[in-house]
């Protein structure tokens, strides 16, 4: 019967998961932990038993196992549970529990039976009593060789045999009417061989287990509680206020397994890829974008307001939600910005840890970044002082003898036609077309990088030392978040299509004026090296203890403004059907939404539920023609007392940021993040006009002073607007230059484009070279809807100058710049560095916001 119940259950498995297959691996060598070890780290396998000799069973052999694979329940952990009374947290050994069901099956009454178990050790001994106990049972266990078996023998209800009786032992010693069970080892392996393969009951049981942890549940997350105090700490001591949970703790809370995270010190790691494998066929969330009206320097807070509307959403709505937000690069940390953790009662923690280095992404780009740039300038050089045969034969050298082609060397013939694998078979003119990638220095486009402001390096020459024979040329650095590696980071699905993406960069032209890429060079390995690690989204949590994921960060105005899609991938398989994951695009809707929707939705292929677009009174007032704002001077009445006027005037800029969401066929909620000095006059007049500009719903916010309590109303109208669905659809598919027109005319309401000379020679060679279907990044200033910082509001009627078309291809898409625009940001006058510094006694970070 239980064997029949086993294939039963099996089948509505599979039923259920096709593809699923429980797989028991058994261990019966002799270099037992290393195999054990393997196995604990190889996700195709979901239990694990070891068939060995007794005296190979020791504490170190056992507690070896991972106790989620442990299916006969030997380890200290599983044991644990079992005496503590968690047995649906546990394995426990089969044979008990086979025992146990047998004697109810047979309607055998445990309760104040007398129960003897003979000849078993550890783990079984352990689980039988336990189990026998629980059901109110007197429990004894003894050894054949034990001289007062007889007597135990005669007073037993219930015997069960752990191991072969031995001859001398009569049958008379156990009483007529005693139940006996036989688990011993040889008796149980004559079974099993005649009537079940022997993976089947713990394969099964194991496997269902798996599978069930697999599926959506809402989690049993432990929640952190605020005390919010008035007036708002800074955002570093609320931060230091909260001890955040144990990465590992958050990571099992929220269904990853042991195997899936790499730990980086007490609350961060990074999750392994192998979880969009094992979650394939679990159903997505929900998905929500944050975006914002055009940014001011008063700042409008949509970091805080995702960070505010998931805390919302999982601590307070008891719904899986995850929040995906870019990492911040050091350049707006120690410059003008400061952190990017969120604010108030509303931010990810540890903030320090979170704004800076992380786990070292950043550097991981700035380091395959220039390895590249590197590989450009010596090729040219290499090429410009050596012959077609010495050049030759130092990329292809003989080592002992031996002289062959590396892979990617071999990818490169076949890219050129030449179908030969013999580096001596190649012709003269061969080896010059291999050897020679003739790359025209007047069409490099790929920058060296530094995550630093540093203005200095908007412009230098290059190649200055006599060692560099004479070949210089004027270059430049661009801030790390620019480089497309980042852009290909935050847009790739995979390890193999980060790979591709990566060989796929275009850095220059030939001198016939076809691209030539970062595989022709020859460097796709080592970048895919160097990105390895980089490529797993880091696991953070908010301060009340709900998870985030922190990965990628491409800036807005010069790159495409939005987190990582194998963040969001990931997440919405964690969050499961009925949760919500919230991600953030960078500075205004014009901007970062219109990115996220025409770049990373192409890309990722998810469909967005719903767009949350966040406002602040203070800086509507800024956009109806309020006085500028200076860092470091009070803020002027207009924004501190009540002016509807101001308001109302601003809120065109908010009417028309609604009208772009509404281009995509996406509801929209407006959030309105509360500041004190706001009015509740001018807080209605900013909802009610939001409305009518078409918003689903239009909510004030308060969580940067109270936390998630104080974004429950805004996390329902966003349920409610995302189960209602959207519409969406992309804004374009048409050729390069109509793309441009396109963007500029419905989204930042311009009249038209002006094309620059050069603009318009770059897009010629685009789309003669085949990448006129990609979409595109416009870079642009964040600060106003034209191409001009000042014009605030709505600006109307003006030619949008396009002074420069460069192409991502890696990344996949055409970036045209807008105007004059700096891949180089600078420092202010007084940077945020002199507020910046370290307690060398207790080593916390302070001045860091």
């Not at 002082?385 to 050298?397: C, F, G, H, I, S």
């Not at 109270?706 to 209602?724: F, P, Q, T, W, Y």
Request: charged share 20%; aromatic share 6%; hydrophobic share 40%.
């Amino acid at each position: 019967e239980v064997i029949q119940n086993s294939k039963e259950v099996l089948s509505l498995l599979q039923e259920k998961s096709p593809t699923f297959k429980p797989v028991l691996a058994i261990i019966q060598v002799s270099r037992i932990i290393d195999e054990i070890l393997k196995i604990n780290e190889d996700t195709r396998v979901h239990g694990l038993a070891l068939q060995i000799s007794e005296n190979s069973f020791s504490n170190k052999v056992l507690n070896a196992l991972k106790p989620e694979k442990d299916v006969d329940g030997v380890t200290d952990i599983n044991l644990g549970r079992l005496v503590r009374g968690d047995a649906h947290e546990c394995y426990v050994s089969p044979v008990a529990r086979a025992v146990i069901e047998l004697l109810e099956k047979s309607g055998v009454n445990l309760d104040g039976k007398k129960m003897l178990v003979i000849g078993a050790h550890g783990s079984l001994e352990a689980a039988l009593q336990c189990l026998f106990q629980r059901r109110g049972s007197m429990t004894m266990s003894s050894q054949w060789k034990t001289p007062q078996l007889q007597g135990k023998l005669l007073e037993a209800d219930i015997v069960v045999l752990g191991s072969p009786k031995p001859e001398e032992i009569p049958l008379s010693w156990i009483q007529p009417g005693t139940t006996v069970l036989n688990c011993s080892h040889d008796f149980l392996s004559e079974l099993t061989n005649q009537i079940i393969n022997p993976l089947g009951l713990q394969g099964v049981g194991s496997g269902r287990r798996w599978l069930r942890e697999q599926q959506h549940a809402r989690w049993r997350l432990h929640c952190l509680k605020l005390q919010p105090l008035s007036p708002v700490p800074s955002d570093l001591e609320i931060s230091r206020a909260q001890t955040p949970k144990a990465v590992e703790v958050l990571a099992k809370e929220i269904g990853l397994l042991a195997d899936e995270i790499e730990i980086y010190g007490k609350s961060k790691a990074k999750v392994r890829l192998s979880l969009l494998e094992r979650l394939k066929d679990q159903a997505d969330g929900k998905y929500v974008l944050v975006a914002g009206i055009t940014p001011t320097p008063l700042g409008e807070g949509k970091s805080t307001v995702t960070v505010g509307l998931v805390q919302a959403l999982t601590a307070h709505l008891n719904i899986n939600s995850f929040a995906c937000l870019r990492q911040p690069s050091q350049g707006p940390t120690f410059g003008v910005k400061g952190g990017a953790a969120g604010g108030g009662y509303a931010q990810v923690i540890p903030m320090e840890e979170f704004n800076l280095h992380l786990t070292g992404d950043i550097h991981a780009i700035t380091a395959a970044n220039n390895l590249l740039a590197a590989a450009i300038d010596t090729r040219i050089l290499h090429e410009n002082t050596q012959t077609d045969k010495a050049l030759y034969n130092r990329l292809v050298p003989s080592v002992n003898g031996i002289r062959e082609f590396s892979s990617i060397q071999l990818a490169r013939l076949k890219k050129l036609g030449i179908n030969k694998t013999d580096p001596n078979a190649l012709t003269e003119e061969e080896i010059s077309k291999f050897a020679r990638l003739n790359i025209d220095p007047s069409t490099i486009t790929w920058q060296r990088v530094l995550d630093t402001n540093d203005r200095f390096l908007r412009k230098i020459t290059i190649g200055q030392a006599p060692t560099e024979k004479g070949y210089s040329r004027q270059a430049q650095f661009d801030i790390a978040v620019a480089s497309e590696i980042m852009a290909v980071l935050a847009l790739t699905d995979s390890l193999v299509d980060m790979k591709e993406r990566l060989g796929r960069m275009v850095v220059a032209s030939d001198k016939n004026g076809q691209p030539v890429t970062a595989e022709d060079l020859g460097v796709t390995g080592a970048l895919t090296v160097l990105m390895k690690d980089a490529i797993k989204p880091n696991l953070m949590q908010t301060l009340e203890g709900t998870p985030v994921f922190v990965h990628a960060g491409p800036f807005a105005n010069i790159a495409h403004g939005n987190s990582s899609v194998l963040a969001d991938k990931i997440a919405l398989k964690l969050v499961g059907e009925e949760g919500f994951v919230v991600t953030e695009a960078g500075f205004g809707a014009d901007i970062g939404m219109e990115k996220f929707f025409n770049i990373k939705c192409r890309a990722s292929g998810l469909v967005p539920n719903a767009v949350v677009l966040v406002a602040t009174v203070r800086a509507l007032k800024m956009h109806g023609g309020g006085p500028s704002v200076t860092a470091g001077v009070p803020l002027k009445k207009e924004y501190t007392e009540e002016n509807i006027q101001l308001v109302a005037d601003g809120c065109c800029n908010l009417q028309k940021q609604i009208q772009i969401a509404q281009l995509f066929g996406v509801p929209v909620i407006v959030a309105l993040n509360v500041f004190k000095t706001d009015t509740r006059a001018e807080i209605d007049l900013v909802c009610e006009l939001a409305k009518r500009a078409g918003a689903f719903d239009a909510v004030p916010c308060y969580h940067w002073s109270i936390g998630g309590k104080g974004s429950v109303e805004l996390a329902r109208a966003v349920r409610d607007a995302a189960n209602k669905g959207s519409r969406f659809r992309f804004l374009y598919n048409l050729p390069i230059v109509e793309k441009i027109r396109t963007i500029a005319q419905a989204v930042y309401g311009a009249r038209d484009i002006e094309l620059s000379p050069e603009a318009q020679s770059k897009i010629d060679r685009y789309t003669q070279q085949g990448f006129g279907n990609l979409p595109i990044c416009m870079a642009k200033t964040h600060l106003s809807l034209s191409h001009q910082p000042d014009k605030k509001g709505v600006p109307r009627d003006f030619i949008l100058p396009i002074s420069d078309v460069r192409a991502s291809i890696g990344a996949g898409f055409i970036y045209p710049l807008v105007g004059t625009m700096s891949t180089m940001p600078g420092l202010p006058t007084r940077p945020c560095f002199y507020d910046i510094d370290l307690d060398t006694e207790t080593e916390q970070v302070k001045g860091l916001f």
